[in-house]
């Protein structure tokens, strides 16, 4: 296929965006274009001033599931080590009052999830209304109660339990939609299925590192309230922008950072840094104080944070 016959099936498969389901067009757009090769340059015409009038009327989508392609500024961001990871996908409907709380990422996959704008849940509790888009893994519950279904097309399956629902297709790959403590969960979790579109521009950007490993997951409640984690691991570490409240808490001066630090309860430590706080808490048996200091040593803040999405529709 040469350049102007790739642009032409572009630029038509964007034109199909706009339809149910894109592959009966592009199947007879290839059919079509077999049977009348000989009037390619008419075709490449015709397709290029198409091109033109869809950039002029600013309606070219992105496709419906293709994630970034290699030189898409999205790709670009993709370091591979963990520090910007493009989620690729994102809905395009959200039910009313609901604003983006948490971007999650890992080896397995992404995590993306919405709440309501005055939810003081933390997302990571599961608590109140929420909508969730995970890409890259399977739904963990088990195979029993699922139904099947279609999302623009292709064939999923959704089930309703314990006060959500869950959608789940697979596209380029494994696509995951949750939602709970709404009415008419079904509905809603085929809905913003329906709506998923590829996304080139939302990126998971790590607000910290421990020598190789990025932190996992970024939530807040606003871009000046916000924490970032990274577990699990012998040693959970957390950098949050809220100082914490320690009256009534065993305490204990240690040396941190170069700085005097606190040590929690025998088992956590925490210092500032600028205006963020971080922490190193043990999740096993047998590790010491000087592990907790070692580790919070070893943590690295990313430059210049993006936290303007926490709270975004």
Known sequence: MNDTEQ????????????????????????????????????????????????????????????????????????????QNVALKYAPHWLPDGFVETLRAADDDGTTRVWMLSDATANPLSGDGPRVQLSSGTNHADGPDGWQDATVRGLKARVKEFAGQAVVEWKAQVTLVVQVS????????????????????NAVYQAPFKVKDKHANAFHGTSPDDWTAQLSPAPVDVTVFSRAPDLSGKQTAPVTVRGKQGVLLDGRQVLVQEGGLWIAAMSTEQGKTVDDLVATVNDVEIAPDLDTGWIRKN
């Open 7 to 82: 642009l032409i099936k572009e630029a038509l498969g964007k034109v199909a965006e706009r339809t149910p389901h894109p592959g009966p067009t592009l199947n007879a757009l290839r059919r079509k274009r077999k049977r009348h090769h000989r009037n390619v340059f008419l075709i490449a015409t015709a397709g290029m001033a198409a091109v033109a009038v869809l950039i002029f009327a600013g309606v070219i989508a992105s496709d419906k599931y293709t994630p970034p392609r290699g030189n898409d500024a999205a790709a670009v961001l993709m370091s591979g080590n963990g």
């Open 181 to 200: 403590g709404l009415d008419g969960l079904r509905e809603t979790a085929l809905r913003v299925a329906d709506s998923v579109r590829a996304d080139s």
